[in-house]
Structures are given as structure tokens and as C-alpha cells.
Nanobody, 126 residues
């Protein structure tokens, strides 16, 4: 069982930055591919970024590529999402998720993830 807790959300002006953190419980964090997803009001939840469990390969949605950076610290059981050059369309609830030993074929699929956090609100004002 893994519990995930996101933090770092808030209100920021367009062009600003935020860093989200997701702290995981358990002793096998390094065995989980970690992903970030987001859900804007009235829209479906969508993939944002992921970092794999073994090699640490990163993946990004086209809409955030070049602006967001995902990273993980296995010693701290934490995954981060550094968000720069934020836009109003980045406004959403951001969720982190964990997928046990997921390979690259599954990083984009929400249904592949085993555990989810409660989410943290990010609001970008224009």
C-alpha cells in the first residue's frame, strides 16, 4: 500500500512558477513509476508528466514540454513537478499517481496507475 500526499499548489500570476511535491509512504518508492495528472474544471483528467521507476526516463504532455520538469528523489520518497512560465490554461487540480514497475508503454494511461493522491489546486491568473 502506498499513500501519496501532494503539496505546493497555490495562486500564481501568468508567467510565474510553482513547484509541486508528492510525498509517498512505504519503502518501495523506487519501484514505482510516478506520474502527474491534472483536471481542469469541466474537463477530463489528463496526463502531464511521468518519471519511470528504473532508469528515470521522463515523459511530458506536449502542452507542458519545455515549461515543466518532473524529477524524483528516491531517498526522500518524493516526486516533484517544477512548473515554469505558467499559463491560465494550466489552472487545474494536480494529482500525483504511482504505478508499480510500469514500463514506458503505460506511463500515459491513467488506468495503469495503482495509487493516487488527493490533489492540489493550481490557479494561474492572467
Amino acid at each position: 500500500q502506498v499513500q501519496l500526499a501532494e503539496s505546493g499548489g497555490g495562486l500564481v500570476q501568468a508567467g510565474g512558477s510553482l513547484r509541486l511535491s508528492c510525498a509517498a509512504s512505504g519503502r518501495t518508492f523506487s519501484s514505482y513509476t510516478m506520474g502527474w495528472f491534472r483536471q481542469a474544471p469541466g474537463k477530463e483528467r489528463e496526463f502531464v508528466a511521468a518519471v519511470t521507476w528504473a532508469i528515470g526516463t521522463t515523459y511530458y504532455a506536449d502542452s507542458v514540454k519545455g515549461r515543466f520538469t518532473i524529477s524524483r528523489d528516491n531517498a526522500k520518497n518524493t516526486v516533484y513537478l517544477q512548473m515554469n512560465s505558467l499559463k491560465p490554461e494550466d489552472t487545474a487540480v494536480y494529482y500525483c499517481a504511482a504505478d508499480y514497475r510500469a514500463n514506458s508503454d503505460n506511463v500515459y494511461r491513467q488506468g495503469s496507475y495503482d495509487y493516487w493522491g488527493q490533489g492540489t489546486q493550481v490557479t494561474v491568473s492572467s
